[in-house]
């Protein structure tokens, strides 16, 4: 079965800090893609970051970045530099063939 | 240009009512998605339909349904309404050539609520 585990329900950073939301999935295949998705309050779901599971380096946009671990099956977010926009739900997927592969969501707070 | 349109964003039924939901991709995309939404269950994969043609199905009971028109818009179709259906329906559309990045690009979505 494929799965996605997001293991912090909830997090919290303080204004102009670093936050890792972890991530971690289940799956057989060797290709496909992995993705961090942003949920804002009552406001539609946007890409965060993307990354290839065949590339070795780390996806990097701005203040996010990721580490990927293909053997662990681990895909964590790293966001540096946190500010008051970043509070949101992060949903963290994986697509296989044509099929995305969602887990429940990390709310994350932003302390000023 | 314009993003994923999904209307209505709110409605309310009551159980054993039926609502169909509707979703405009963005201009160009020919796959589009539905999922369900529910507060700690994450996204819950509804449906997938390309040219017309359902390409994948979650696992989801058949009063879920849904289509796609040669326009690309689709809609979804709950019959019978139970309680726990009760949620945010998101619609998310591609360009969804496979392989492919297949980054999905949602909208706002409808938000049910079943009494």
């Known amino acids: 079965a494929q799965t996605v585990t997001q293991s912090q329900p909830e997090m919290s950073v303080q204004e102009a800090e670093t936050v890792t939301l972890s991530c971690t999935y289940d799956?057989?295949?060797?290709?496909?893609?992995l993705f961090w998705y942003k949920q804002p309050p009552s406001r539609q779901m946007i890409l965060v970051i993307r990354?290839?599971?065949?590339?070795?380096q780390n996806a990097t946009e701005n203040r996010f970045s990721v580490n990927f671990q293909k053997a662990a099956k681990s895909f964590s977010l790293k966001i540096s530099d946190s500010q008051l926009g970043d509070a949101a739900m992060y949903f963290c997927?994986?697509?296989?063939?044509?099929?995305?592969?969602f887990g429940t969501g990390t709310s994350l707070t932003v302390i000023p | 240009k314009a993003g994923v349109t999904q209307t209505p964003r709110y409605l309310i039924k009551t159980r054993g009512q039926q609502v169909t939901l509707s979703c405009s991709p963005i201009?160009?995309?020919?796959?589009v998605s539905w999922y369900q939404q529910t507060p700690g269950q994450g996204l819950q994969f509804l449906f997938e339909y390309f040219s017309e043609t359902q390409r994948n199905k979650g696992n989801f009971p058949g009063r879920f349904s849904g289509r796609q028109f040669s326009n690309s818009r689709s809609e979804m179709n709950v019959s019978t309404l139970e309680l726990g259906d009760s949620a945010l329906y998101l619609c998310?559309?591609?360009?969804?050539?496979?392989?492919?990045?297949?980054?999905?690009?949602f909208g706002e979505g409808s938000r049910l609520t079943v009494l």
């Open positions: 799956t057989s295949e060797s290709d496909y893609y």
């Open positions: 990354q290839e599971a065949y590339k070795q």
């Open positions: 998310a559309s591609s360009l969804g050539q496979v392989p492919g990045t297949g980054e999905l690009f």
């Open positions: 201009s160009g995309h020919r796959s």
């Open positions: 997927a994986y697509r296989i063939v044509g099929q995305f592969y």
